[in-house]
């Protein structure tokens, strides 16, 4: 059996994640690379990728035929990208968002749909092997009837504020990823959003229109509720927590930590910070995302995170803006 011929669009640090990982599997060739800085040109280089290009459609003509594309470059090239892939009949791993636009999503989707190729969207974190276990324990009915998910995520510092404005947003950079979470933990589908935010940490964020701290509620299609606290700045490091009450019990997972010690003195018990951020947080994960593509694509199965996927986390975050914008709760039917 021959390798799969696999690109990669985009070498930022998501991209150079996926390169690297692309690079150490079995039945892998990637023959082609792509990024109109002159640095992720030179990385996929080092990583001796034959074909090294400075645009998309030079990079897929070039090298045809493609298995499949991997999908790291900015939000606003995602829909494009996707579209010119799928009609040329390649399989696509992107990265999310898809479109930061519903319609445009929609859109998307369709082409997707009347192909015969796969697309999976990257929600790193249903690949974590802490979130993977708390969604085995409850799909095995471990805690019983789930009644409350809770998720709190954090990260150590805001990015730049050049960033924010073109990112979507808190809820759609950043918070999409517990949505995510949200539906995967419980298979369940949400039905409403009543989403409060501030700011509290950098007035600069707020001038930009976006917020650094929230707390969203959302209320499944059978009546139980998660609730999701997002900040962009928590001064120990990156917080990742997840718990799923039920009418049996409570399943939890916790931060990952630098190291297990702990130090007990006369000041008191100390122990080693979380993990600094997503690339160290979730290095596991964007090896096993990416790997579980390339089985799908072998085998002949579904991707396990697919455009449905995406369009109902980019629904609830837009419902979340409509709420916080109108002070009230918003029902996912009105997000047409």
């Known amino acids: 059996m021959r390798n799969l011929r696999i690109a990669i669009a985009g070498l930022g640090r998501i991209g150079k994640i996926h390169l690297g990982n692309l690079c150490q599997m079995r039945g892998v060739e990637v023959v082609a690379a792509m990024d109109p800085l002159e640095e992720g040109r030179q990385y996929a280089k080092e990583k001796n990728v034959p074909c090294v290009v400075s645009a998309y459609k030079e990079m897929l003509d070039a090298t045809a035929p493609l298995d499949a594309v991997i999908i790291c470059s900015p939000t606003d090239t995602h829909a494009e990208y996707v579209e010119m892939a799928v009609r040329a009949g390649i399989n696509v791993f992107c990265e999310k968002p898809l479109d930061l636009s519903l319609q445009r999503v929609v859109e998307v989707l369709k082409v997707v749909e009347e192909s015969n190729v796969k697309l999976m969207l990257g929600f790193n974190r249903r690949f974590d092997k802490e979130f993977k276990k708390v969604k085995e324990l409850v799909q095995n009915g471990a805690v019983g009837h789930p009644h409350l998910v809770k998720i709190t995520s954090r990260d150590p510092g805001a990015p730049p504020i050049s960033y924010i404005e073109k990112s979507g947003g808190l809820f759609l950079d950043m918070t999409i990823h517990d949505f995510d979470v949200a539906r995967f933990v419980v298979d369940k589908e949400v039905e409403e959003v009543y989403a409060k935010g501030t700011v509290l940490i950098d007035k600069a964020i707020g001038e930009a229109g976006d917020i650094d701290t929230a707390v969203v509620t959302l209320t499944y299609t059978d009546g139980t509720m998660a609730v999701i606290d997002n900040s962009r700045k928590a001064s120990y490091g990156y917080d990742q927590r ?95």
């Open 242 to 336: 997840i718990e799923v009450f039920g009418s049996e019990g409570m399943v939890q997972s916790n931060n990952n930590f630098m190291d297990s010690h702990k130090l007990y003195n006369a000041e008191g018990i100390h122990a080693a910070l979380p993990l600094h951020f997503f690339l160290e947080r979730y290095r596991d994960a964007y090896m096993v995302e990416v790997q579980d593509f390339i089985n799908s694509l072998g085998k002949g199965v579904d991707v396990p995170v697919n455009g449905n996927d995406g369009l109902q986390s980019l629904k609830i975050g837009l419902a979340a803006i409509k709420s916080l914008k109108e002070n009230r709760p918003v029902r996912l039917a009105e997000i047409v």
